[in-house]
């Protein structure tokens, strides 16, 4: 299966099925600009994970690309992960409270 | 008895301590070895070009090999051996994929999304801070002791190496690691360059405390951190326990069905 056709991506193809480290979602990115038409579908068929880091990039590059992007075969767990980033919310710290001792 | 993960690193040091005279790996007395002590000791018996003394016993020895590439397991898969992550990222990728056939895909240790974004979280920590040459995992499935250890070790720049490039000082190594479990950013500093690394590591150790009840070791320059039986302790290490890099083990019981990592969990 080619990872590239038309206007089409398959994901899967051109990365892995788990899509995990923010670079490669970069490496996405570029070969979306290098089709040529100004509308890119984004096929996730097969995908079966993604990280934080690689949908947050994902969603970044999204915003500004010059390219309308849009998404089909999107498994339940990537719009889960999708939406807990666009929630957005202010990043909570920890806080911990831990024994300190010399090794 | 089982050995928490500290007293496996501690075993690591000891061994490695040993070679410093001997100029070798003396594993003869030892009845079982965990991925916390092997994967350091692996690397470093590689690094260093050491012989290896392998242990008398024939179990422990079978399982040194299995884990160290020599032998092939043909019994059921529970485990992943001396696995180097590749330096370029989408082969990195590929072979994260591989990692989670090899367990399963998180079947029983909390669920694909729990499991995955665990590992997830590690590796890309890996790829986008610690600036390896070397990193590698390594995993076990216990079926008899029902959990899973899984470590992770990078001989980038450590947790004080990133925290210093971002320009931000603390006092010991020890506060570096205790700052980025915390989840600490210094995106709201001047630095265009932020470590980051606390917010893997962060939602991770919350995981592994909150849904898993679970242990966790951090090991980074002269500082380490260790989440046992829900409480945590921080320590500055003394010359034989340093490491170069950053070393992150983590143990939890299984069986855990699907954890649910979309409550909140994660944000």
Sequence with gaps: MMALSNNQIRIKDLLSEDLAIRDTAKYLFKQI???????????????????????????????????????????????????AIEINKPKHNLKLKAISLNL | MNLNLLD???????????????????????????????????????????DCIKPKSDKTKDYFDIMNNLQTNSKQKTSIPFTELPKDSIEGNKKIAEIFELLGD???????????YMV??????????????????????????????????DDG????????????????????????????STKETTSTESPKRGYGLSRNLKLIKDKFNGEMLIVS???????????????DLSKKYILAGTLVSYRYKFPVMDVNIYDGSIE
Excluded: W
């Design chain 2, 221 to 235: 320059n002269s500082g380490a951190f260790h989440l046992h039986e829900q409480k945590q302790y921080k320590y």
């Design chain 2, 8 to 50: 496996n690193y501690k075993k690591f040091c000891d061994i490695r301590e040993n070679s410093i005279n001997t100029k070798k790996i003396d594993l003869s007395n030892e009845t079982f070895l965990y991925p916390t002590t092997l994967l350091p000791l692996i690397n470093y018996q590689k690094g260093n070009k050491l």
């Design chain 2, 157 to 184: 720049i450590g947790i004080p190496g990133s925290f210093k490039k971002a320009k931000i000082e603390f006092d010991s190594d020890k506060e570096t690691i205790m700052k980025a479990v915390e989840g600490t």
């Design chain 1, 33 to 83: 600009n290098t089709i040529k038409t100004p509308k890119v579908i984004v096929d996730f068929k097969g995908i079966k994970s993604i990280s934080r880091s690689f949908a947050q990039e994902y969603l970044q590059n999204k915003e500004i690309v010059s390219k309308s992007i849009s998404e089909k075969n999107v498994p339940e767990t990537v719009k889960k992960m999708f939406c």
């Design chain 2, 106 to 116: 998180g079947k029983n240790v909390g669920g694909e999304n729990a499991f995955k």
């Design chain 2, 120 to 153: 997830n979280e590690m590796v890309t920590n890996i790829y986008e801070h610690s600036k390896f040459n070397n990193a590698y995992t390594m995993a076990q499935k216990y079926p008899n002791k029902q959990f899973l250890e899984v470590c992770f070790y």
